[in-house]
């Protein structure tokens, strides 16, 4: 028996002690990260607020098998908040424009009433002309026909969930609707949580019932932290969980108490708050790389990789990952690297010889700036802590940066300029 099946089934239980818990571990990180957000500009949470909305657009979307050119996502975020951007001959598809529409839609106007209308032409933006040619579907009105989620190959498929049938779906839709809105019940993660599993309970949609059920979780996380700015990315998360994302919704689904799955939406929406941190870092430090080296002239090409970079390319800056990212020959990209080496905007790593990696040079100091400068381990986690101006700072290590310490690539200086540069500019 599934969920729809019970009487009164959204009538749904938990245990609140445990969710209870968790609820208040969540307050308490998103405290921090706004803590941490009020030392910044306006203008500087901004750009934050394009990375982590463009990272949700592309897990969204790859979460459903569908992967998506980050650059062009990108671009059409940055636009559309008026945030500087690096240009792209990339052509916007009409789906990635629907995606970033529907997206900031949620995020931006997260007072507005949800209704009906509203998700038929989010749905439309989804499915624009050319992606429902390949195959049919109902766009912009709810699904006809009954729905099931199967896996398993042919021939040994196993029946995952079936969804309400098609007639009770408008009543189930205004029901939700209705709770969704409903001012006695304020925005909160937990409604959050419970409005994502109840949507796709319904899967109203012939398709893209996931993609518009995480922007209405996105939309009541916005509403509850009273805020269209957005520093993390849900979605990504999920996308990384994956697995155990459809384990929680089948066994929810399965049953009439869903505790298991709003622990689970808890837990990674902590994790995507406590990911968000190296989106800001980025974002705060490729700001004041730009603002320290303002006066230099580099070439387009120089920018556009330096940015890839500073956005925290996932590899090592050498000539050979230069040369592939910018297209050009290895000869002229190590021209590129000794040209900014020499304007002093690259560093090379310390103690390689063959295939040199080099870093961001954001040390304009004869002594570091930083105080009582370590490395903490709390909760199975390291830690990079500082202090500055008589206030303590700390970051939680990649595993990248934690392998370049171990190995002698970086030293805990070079860590404490990348991610603590931009306090310099407070």
Request: charged share 25%.
């Amino acid at each position: 028996m599934f969920i729809h099946e019970l009487n009164n089934w959204t009538q749904f239980s938990w245990d609140h002690d445990k969710v209870d818990a968790r609820l208040a571990e969540v307050s308490q990180a998103l405290g921090y990260l706004h803590g941490r957000l009020s030392m910044i500009g306006f203008d500087e949470q901004l750009k934050a607020t394009a990375e982590s909305v463009t990272q949700d657009i592309v897990s969204s979307s790859e979460i459903e098998g569908v992967s998506l050119n980050t650059r062009s996502v990108r671009s059409s975020v940055a636009r559309r908040l008026g945030v500087p951007y690096e240009e792209t001959n990339d052509a916007l598809s009409h789906y990635v424009e629907g995606m970033v529409s529907v997206s900031l839609d949620a995020t931006r106007n997260y007072m507005h009433p949800l209704t009906a209308e509203r998700l038929f032409a989010w749905h439309g933006e989804l499915f624009p002309p050319e992606r429902t040619r390949l195959y049919r579907i109902d766009v912009g009105q709810y699904r006809k026909v009954g729905m099931q989620v199967v896996s398993g190959n042919m021939g040994r498929e196993r029946v995952c969930y079936e969804a309400p049938a098609p007639e009770r779906v408008p009543a189930e839709m205004e029901q939700f609707i209705v709770w969704y809105n409903n001012p006695d019940i304020p925005a909160t993660p937990l409604k959050a949580a419970i409005a994502h599993f109840w949507f796709v309970c319904i899967h109203p949609f012939d398709d893209g019932n996931g993609r518009l059920t995480r922007a209405l979780s996105d939309m009541l996380l916005a509403r509850a932290e009273n805020s269209n700015l957005r520093y993390y990315s849900m979605s990504k998360a999920i996308y990384a969980d994956r697995k155990n994302y459809y384990l929680e919704l089948e066994r929810a689904q399965r049953g009439s108490d869903i505790t298991n799955w709003l622990l689970w939406f808890l837990n990674t929406l902590l994790t995507a708050i406590k990911e968000s941190d190296t989106v800001i870092g980025n974002v705060l430090n490729k700001t004041y790389f730009w603002h320290i080296h303002e006066d230099i002239t580099c070439s387009e090409r120089q920018k556009r990789i330096l940015n890839i970079y500073l956005s925290g390319y996932d590899g090592k800056l050498t000539a050979k990952n230069w040369a592939k990212l910018a297209e050009v020959s290895l000869d002229t990209a190590n021209r590129d690297i000794a040209d900014l080496v020499e304007k002093k905007m690259l560093c090379p790593v310390h103690g390689n010889v063959r295939n040199v990696a080099y870093l961001p040079c954001y040390n304009q100091h004869s002594s570091l700036p930083f105080d009582d400068v370590h490395v903490d381990e709390r909760a199975g986690q390291k830690y990079i802590c500082i202090t500055f101006k008589q206030q303590s700072y700390s970051e939680r290590l990649t595993e990248g940066d934690l392998q370049s310490l171990a190995q002698g690539e970086r030293t805990i200086e070079d860590l404490a300029y990348k991610y603590f540069a931009y306090l310099m500019m407070i």
